[in-house]
């Protein structure tokens, strides 16, 4: 996959690819089983040089899968692609074979799981757009740039005109966090030469600054279900061995916390759907752990774990493995499905896949 060298000014991070109640044992408490579980689906691609295939698959047994598309690009471009929080729309990005520009020249497409039909809704996007859906699924962003100045846009599920929201300062990179409606408010993360901010935004009004994150680099940013706490990782540059910590940030209180350094070097958060932060780390005593230290049955292998997203019934967590010890050396990465109960699940043994979203039990079209 070929990188828009402009973005490594902002995001020298680590080359990785942009929860329980306590037990006395330790670990993690683990619920009952729900059979209700084995109703929700998930969706994946798999990309082979200029095609790339959306599935939709049985997280209990992913070779129980249904294609729902076949898209045909730039040979070495695959976009960005996320589901709408009711399961029925696929978003995702993609460079038609005769674009050559990446930044100016994708599209955004809208894809309807049940139909299995796809239609294009913006062009001249930015190809590594933030794709984030609004709550009831109408709106989701997407970014684009007017010469090098980047723009937040949201773009209605109906097919209609989108909105402009948000535009970066010279230099500034925007990503957005979450979206209520297609002119609501937005809230986003903007980097700057001056560090890196957590804030809100309106159409037509200044931005309102909220937190400011890290003087360094920031990444990883995710947001709690009920939208009123936020992690995030953060790397001091000046540091001489400089390391990505995870931050927890009350949105009411205004107050941060640390998660311990004794955790290791963190590689990504994800939320639980009861609110509860789970945090991936590497290097020595690489682990996933709870916000508050518990840790999560996993398999007993060499490398570790970035955490992606939480099944909606929290019996799955899509997990991205490397092989590698450190986050510097992360070696060879393959998304998996990992249990409540510690079993890694493979989604597919052929061509690299990557982990899309989640489709909730009962959604139209879910069924395999």
């Given at each position: 996959?070929?990188?828009?060298?402009?973005?490594?000014?902002?995001?020298?991070?680590?080359?990785?690819?942009?929860?329980?109640?306590?037990?006395?044992?330790?670990?993690?408490?683990?619920?009952?089983?729900?059979?209700?579980?084995?109703?929700?689906?998930?969706?994946?691609?798999?990309?082979?040089?200029?095609?790339?295939?959306?599935?939709?698959?049985?997280?209990?047994?992913?070779?129980?899968?249904?294609?729902?598309?076949?898209?045909?690009?730039?040979?070495?471009?695959?976009?960005?692609?996320?589901?709408?929080?009711?399961?029925?729309?696929?978003?995702?990005?993609?460079?038609?074979?005769?674009?050559?520009?990446?930044?100016?020249?994708?599209?955004?497409?809208?894809?309807?799981?049940?139909?299995?039909?796809?239609?294009?809704?913006?062009?001249?996007?930015?190809?590594?757009?933030?794709?984030?859906?609004?709550?009831?699924?109408?709106?989701?962003?997407?970014?684009?740039?007017?010469?090098?100045?980047?723009?937040?846009?949201?773009?209605?599920?109906?097919?209609?005109?989108?909105?402009?929201?948000?535009?970066?300062?010279?230099?500034?990179?925007?990503?957005?966090?979450?979206?209520?409606?297609?002119?609501?408010?937005?809230?986003?993360?903007?980097?700057?030469?001056?560090?890196?901010?957590?804030?809100?935004?309106?159409?037509?009004?200044?931005?309102?600054?909220?937190?400011?994150?890290?003087?360094?680099?920031?990444?990883?940013?995710?947001?709690?279900?009920?939208?009123?706490?936020?992690?995030?990782?953060?790397?001091?540059?000046?540091?001489?061995?400089?390391?990505?910590?995870?931050?927890?940030?009350?949105?009411?209180?205004?107050?941060?916390?640390?998660?311990?350094?004794?955790?290791?070097?963190?590689?990504?958060?994800?939320?639980?759907?009861?609110?509860?932060?789970?945090?991936?780390?590497?290097?020595?005593?690489?682990?996933?752990?709870?916000?508050?230290?518990?840790?999560?049955?996993?398999?007993?292998?060499?490398?570790?774990?970035?955490?992606?997203?939480?099944?909606?019934?929290?019996?799955?967590?899509?997990?991205?493995?490397?092989?590698?010890?450190?986050?510097?050396?992360?070696?060879?990465?393959?998304?998996?499905?990992?249990?409540?109960r510690g079993k890694l699940v493979s989604i597919a043994d052929t061509l690299p896949v990557r982990f899309v979203g989640w489709v909730p039990a009962g959604a139209p079209g879910a069924s395999k």
């Open positions: 996959m070929k990188t828009r060298g402009d973005y490594r000014r902002w995001l020298p991070m680590i080359p990785l690819l942009a929860l329980l109640p306590l037990a006395a044992c330790g670990h993690a408490q683990l619920p009952a089983a729900a059979p209700a579980a084995a109703l929700e689906s998930f969706i994946f691609s798999a990309e082979d040089g200029a095609t790339t295939r959306f599935w939709l698959a049985d997280p209990a047994k992913p070779s129980v899968r249904r294609l729902l598309l076949v898209v045909e690009h730039q040979s070495g471009w695959a976009g960005v692609a996320d589901v709408s929080p009711d399961g029925r729309t696929v978003a995702f990005t993609m460079l038609p074979r005769d674009e050559r520009d990446p930044d100016h020249g994708a599209r955004l497409q809208l894809l309807d799981v049940r139909s299995r039909q796809s239609r294009t809704v913006a062009d001249g996007i930015d190809l590594r757009s933030t794709l984030v859906w609004a709550p009831d699924g109408g709106v989701v962003t997407y970014q684009r740039f007017d010469g090098q100045q980047q723009q937040v846009w949201a773009q209605p599920a109906s097919g209609e005109v989108g909105t402009q929201l948000s535009t970066a300062g010279a230099g500034e990179r925007i990503f957005p966090l979450s979206l209520n409606g297609p002119s609501g408010q937005l809230l986003e993360v903007r980097l700057s030469e001056h560090g890196v901010d957590l804030q809100r935004t309106r159409q037509g009004a200044l931005p309102e600054q909220l937190q400011h994150l890290s003087d360094g680099t920031a990444r990883g940013f995710a947001l709690s279900p009920g939208g009123e706490r936020f992690a995030y990782l953060a790397t001091d540059q000046a540091e001489a061995t400089p390391l990505s910590r995870a931050f927890l940030l009350d949105l009411k209180a205004s107050s941060v916390q640390a998660l311990p350094d004794g955790w290791g070097e963190m590689v990504g958060v994800a939320w639980e759907p009861n609110g509860v932060l789970v945090a991936g780390s590497a290097g020595t005593g690489a682990q996933l752990r709870t916000e508050a230290g518990d840790r999560l049955p996993s398999p007993t292998t060499r490398g570790f774990f970035q955490p992606l997203r939480w099944s909606p019934s929290g019996h799955y967590l899509a997990v991205r493995v490397f092989s590698g010890d450190t986050a510097a050396q992360p070696g060879s990465a393959r998304d998996a499905l990992l249990t409540q």
